[in-house]
């Protein structure tokens, strides 16, 4: 079996390759290629895969390339894990919002749409030759915004499929809190790309035993630090959002907090320049413990276990045998088609879903409440206008994306906040 990894000299990479050596059993890769156009990064990363996979006894291949198509030819699976623009671009799009009293993030508000607007054309470029090399390959988006760019690709009909680490980073936790196996909770996950909430944690599986109400009762505190959220927001919703919901509930706070501290680009910046070094050293033949603090908690294990079903996984609950065509139920970025009725069916949603060979198949998912239903509809519609801004362009279509933000909404600030996207990404919008 041949992955290919698309932003392969990532310093995520080694979370990924450590998932790949760990978990042999639930996908046998015999050869991994790495593609990235930064060669000597690629090549350090690439010697450390290949002390990784040695180390654990895994017979893998390790190639690394910047040729896109001879990197996905053949390939079982394609990877997305690229920032176009790098950590700078990130570092512009968390800073210049703020100057319009805004969120300066990379993946949500405006910071999130300038993003959007750089990744979208790259990634279909992507898929195109990866459907010319080898069509039956499966594209497994991890490239944020997961939402956007994985309705990109389905709506140009690739067989595509996002990621997000958000989920099974929850289930992790509520697990170690009740003291149980991870697998043996099942999450009623329901919303859009970092745009969530958890209306149930169940065990043994859909429609188990709601286990929420007394996680809530005796862990809130923990739950809460864990969001960064304070307690009494658990209390009065009575269910768990995603940490990324703080940007909504607790907006004004998070943007002074930006305003006072280094932006979470220039921080990583920085702790890459400690990965890389410590990559680069040839004992190493694990993934350093700095890399945790990188972000990307249990990406991994989502990759593989979501890789392993789209190839012919092992039944319910992963670990079982590629080829067995069992499914698999796991959080996933996909169409729609009814799950959310109140969304259009072709707008991408994040939800367990049963994943095989044909793909995802979105569950049944508790209704949600109107105080997040309206909130999901509200993201959907401009996630429509950003994807239609990042197809087409215009300057008009990316205020209206703006206007259409719930934490933007205003005319004015709309304006000004248009004026400095497109004046931070020239050179990656060629109709700007």
């Not at 996908?27 to 895969?49: F, H, K, N, Q, Y």
């Not at 065990?203 to 630090?225: I, K, N, S, T």
């Not at 009575?238 to 940490?243: D, F, I, K, W």
């Not at 996909?334 to 009725?341: D, E």
Request: proline share 6%; net charge negative; hydrophobic share 45%.
């Amino acid at each position: 079996m041949k992955l290919a990894v698309v932003g392969g000299g990532s310093t995520y990479t080694p979370e990924l390759i450590d998932g790949f050596a760990r978990l042999s059993g639930t996908l046998p890769v015999g050869e991994l290629v790495l593609i990235d156009p930064a060669a000597e990064r690629l090549e350090t990363i690439g010697a450390l895969a290949r002390r990784i996979l040695a180390r654990q006894g895994h017979p893998a291949r390790v190639t690394t390339t910047s040729d896109v198509d001879a990197g996905v030819d053949g390939a079982d699976a394609v990877l997305l894990q690229l920032r176009v623009g790098g950590q700078a671009a990130r570092l512009r799009d968390e800073t210049w919002p703020l100057e319009c009293g805004c969120l300066g993030q990379e993946t949500t508000g405006a910071g999130g749409l300038a993003k959007a607007l750089r990744t979208v054309p790259v990634v279909l470029d992507i898929a195109e030759r990866v459907r010319r090399t080898n069509p039956d390959a499966w594209i497994i988006d991890f490239t944020n915004p997961v939402g956007i760019v994985t309705r990109a690709l389905l709506r140009a009909g690739h067989k595509a499929v996002g990621l997000c680490n958000v989920a099974i980073g929850l289930q992790r936790t509520f697990a170690r809190l009740l003291g149980l196996a991870p697998g043996e909770l099942h999450l009623d996950h329901v919303g859009l790309n970092h745009l969530t909430w958890e209306l149930g944690v169940r065990r043994g599986g859909p429609g188990g035993e709601d286990l929420l109400p007394g996680l809530l009762a005796e862990h809130a505190d923990a739950v809460a630090a864990e969001l960064r959220l304070p307690r009494p927001v658990l209390d009065r919703l009575g269910v768990v959002p995603s940490y990324y919901l703080r940007y909504f509930y607790a907006h004004d706070e998070v943007v002074r907090e930006l305003g006072e501290k280094p932006s979470r680009a220039a921080q990583v910046a920085a702790m890459e320049q400690e990965l890389l070094a410590l990559y680069a050293d040839p004992a190493l033949d694990e993934k350093p413990q700095l890399l945790a603090k990188r972000g990307g908690a249990f990406y991994s294990e989502a990759a593989v276990d979501l890789a392993a079903a789209l190839l012919g996984g092992g039944p319910e609950g992963a670990g079982g045998t590629v080829g067995s065509g069992g499914p698999s139920v796991q959080v996933v970025n996909t169409l729609n088609n009814g799950t959310l009725p109140f969304l259009p069916d072709d707008a991408v949603v994040e939800v367990q879903a049963r994943v095989d060979r044909a793909g995802p198949v979105p569950l049944a998912v508790p209704r949600p409440d109107p105080l997040y239903a309206g909130l999901i509809g509200h993201v959907a519609a401009y996630e429509d206008l950003a994807l239609d801004a990042a197809l087409r362009g215009g300057r008009e279509r990316v205020f209206q994306a703006l206007l259409a933000h719930p934490l933007i909404g205003q005319f004015d600030l709309a304006e000004g906040l248009t004026d400095r996207l497109l004046a931070h990404n020239k050179e990656y919008l060629p109709w700007a």
